[in-house]
């Protein structure tokens, strides 16, 4: 359980960067603030995905509830202005707020009334359920709950001009033809709360403000000890919605039941199962994973590198082996595409089908099954004949040395992809060490698994021949660590990056210097994790804040990536090297700002503020698996 008091709850500014996330199996959420303040235009009780979560739209953003005791009125809902002012302000009556078996709980203290409300949302379809319930009372009191309403894509806004169309249904509305939200004594109103704003949109450089549709009210006198819920869904209706207050009694059932398949048996590890469960999502072809939310869909590099720690270490070996027998039914060219956030499939990445092939072996190791090894043999084999021969944007293993070279001017193939206006911040032409790494290991890890299922190959002299090159290329003169990349436009790159240490994790790779994991923990290791790039590098970048461009040069030029603490952990150990308490600091993370969860990036300065996705799939996976190597 992650808790908080009056302290934090009745403090905007600490309460407001707390968020919370509830999600529905499919990529569709709720999300919102411990102080119930909408502060990102992401932030809605409703947001519905479509398949693989390329996008998203946002119905129902908020349900502010007034409470009538006898003469006194509390406004209990936290709303901000275009003008600056906050109105109401009912944050300032929360006694408390809580996180437990991933439902977010808010508790109200208004002198002799105590008013709680859950969320929770449906697995497997659109809906989200929200009950209120009183605590105490002196006798009966009436709640009032107003829908705030849009239907518009995720990362936009939406300004009134023209009245929405609303249909009247039993118990209550449909919104534009687009979602239905039902409850007690539902009376229709309607008019534009204009000016509705959203100060992390501000902070991150766009647009903060948007209007939403009051649509009415809901009302229900309850006596001490009643529940009322209200349910929102997205079509397909299927008849009559949920209960609030089932949906609520599942959510948490779910939650329990995944701890106890996991093996979970601390606190810690227990918060990470549900948290890990977010990102799992059912497609029309098989489950998938979410990058991250509130903004990234299904992303091949995100789902592989994330695959160990959502799939095997949660215990989940059936949707492991559909993920892989999915992805492995879509290679082309021996490539995965990478996203298809942006309304195509793009196949731009030099290392998702690389992962695809080290999950294949993790896999077979936590299960043994050698007859899915045997279905994706074909797949694993076109991975690899088109990387020696060449594939797209000139990745190729150079016939000189066995080494993967990539890369092609105006393009960025690596996980640091980050672009301003088309043109690459990270570029990292040529062969990288990470890429690299995970060739050798792709072709070894292969070969032995050809091996088993009795498949004739001869990967393993391909692996030979490339693990010699890299043993005598990659190493810097000094012995201090690894060249980032070699044989690039401009030559070898020295930077002192965490890249390097996929190099000495890889059992397979000639690279166990304790001399790199030493240099990494000295020059990048910070309590959230290692910094992309050393502070003493003239292009570092200690603040990953500011607008769109301002963030993406930061974004892999110093900021701090959480997952790449799987990484450490696996070189660290390799090597022998000492790990104690390198998880502690994000094991306290998860009461820090995506609540329960991983944030996607961090400041490479301290105090290291959380930026980027409050929720991002990698950060909780390698946190799990990490976990799970050094418990």
Not at 148 to 169: F, Q, Y
Not at 590 to 605: C, F, I, K, N
């Amino acid at each position: 359980m992650i808790t908080f008091g009056r302290q934090v709850c009745g403090d905007l500014d600490a309460a407001s960067t707390r968020e919370w996330l509830v999600t529905d199996g499919l990529g569709g959420y709720a999300m919102g603030t411990v102080a119930g303040l909408r502060t990102r235009r992401y932030h809605g009780l409703l947001v519905a995905a479509a398949p693989g979560a390329s996008s998203r739209m946002l119905g129902l953003a908020a349900l502010d509830p007034v409470v009538r005791a006898g003469d006194r009125v509390f406004r209990l809902a936290t709303d901000e202005w275009a003008g600056g002012a906050v109105d109401p302000a009912g944050h300032v009556h929360l006694a408390e707020f809580r996180l437990e078996d991933g439902v977010p709980c808010w508790r109200w203290d208004l002198g002799d009334v105590v008013l709680e409300r859950e969320i929770a949302m449906a697995h497997g379809r659109p809906a989200v359920g929200v009950v209120f319930r009183v605590l105490r009372a002196p006798g009966p009191i009436t709640l009032e709950l107003t829908p705030l309403c849009t239907w518009r894509d995720a990362h936009g806004e939406r300004h009134g001009d023209i009245e929405p169309r609303m249909i009247p249904v039993a118990d209550g509305f449909e919104f534009d033809g687009a979602y239905r939200v039902t409850g007690p004594n539902w009376q229709p109103g309607g008019e534009w709360f204009r000016g509705v704003h959203a100060r992390a949109e501000a902070a991150r450089g766009l647009n903060p403000d948007e209007d939403l549709w009051a649509a009415g009210w809901f009302t229900a006198s309850l006596a001490p000890g009643a529940s009322v819920g209200v349910t929102a869904a997205a079509a397909p209706y299927g008849g009559v919605l949920p209960p609030a207050d089932a949906l609520v009694a599942a959510a948490r059932s779910r939650a329990r039941a995944l701890v106890r398949g996991a093996g979970a048996t601390d606190a810690v590890g227990r918060q990470l199962v549900i948290a890990a469960d977010q990102f799992v999502i059912d497609t029309p072809t098989g489950p998938s994973a979410a990058a991250g939310y509130p903004w990234f869909g299904e992303w091949s590099r995100d789902l592989m590198t994330s695959f160990e720690g959502l799939f095997l270490t949660t215990g989940r070996l059936d949707e492991a082996r559909r993920v892989l027998l999915r992805a492995g039914a879509t290679v082309s060219e021996g490539m995965l595409a990478n996203t298809a956030d942006t309304g195509t499939l793009e196949y731009n990445t030099a290392d998702a089908a690389l992962w695809f092939l080290h999950a294949i072996d993790r896999y077979c190791a936590a299960s043994g099954d050698l007859d899915t090894v045997a279905e994706l043999a074909d797949s694993m084999n076109a991975v690899l004949t088109h990387h020696q021969r060449g594939t797209r944007y000139g990745i190729a293993a150079d016939p000189a040395d066995g080494l993967l070279t990539q890369g092609k001017p105006g393009f960025a193939l690596t996980w640091m992809d980050a672009r301003i206006g088309g043109d690459p911040v990270t570029e990292r032409q040529g062969k990288a060490v990470e890429i690299n790494a995970l060739w050798i290991s792709g072709l070894a890890t292969t070969a032995a698994l050809f091996d088993r299922i009795r498949r004739p190959n001869d990967w393993a002299s391909a692996a030979a021949r490339a693990a010699a090159s890299f043993e005598r290329r990659f190493p810097r003169p000094d012995g201090s660590g690894l060249y980032d990349v070699v044989d690039g436009p401009t030559g070898d790159d020295p930077s002192v990056r965490p890249n390097q240490l996929l190099a000495v994790a890889l059992p397979h790779v000639p690279a166990a210097d304790p001399r790199t994991v030493e240099l990494c923990r000295t020059a990048l290791l910070t309590s959230l994790g290692p910094r992309s790039l050393a502070p003493d590098a003239p292009a570092y970048r200690g603040r990953h804040q500011g607008g769109p461009a301002d963030r993406d040069r930061a974004y892999h030029q110093g900021t701090v990536w959480p997952w790449l603490i799987g990484p450490f952990v696996d070189a660290a150990q390799r090597v022998g090297a000492d790990v104690t308490g390198v998880l502690d600091g994000l094991e306290l993370h998860l009461g820090e700002w995506g609540l329960g969860s991983v944030s996607e990036t961090t400041d490479g300065d301290a105090p290291h503020t959380a930026t980027g996705c409050p929720f991002q799939a990698w950060s909780v996976a390698e946190l799990l698996r990490a976990r799970a190597a050094v418990l």
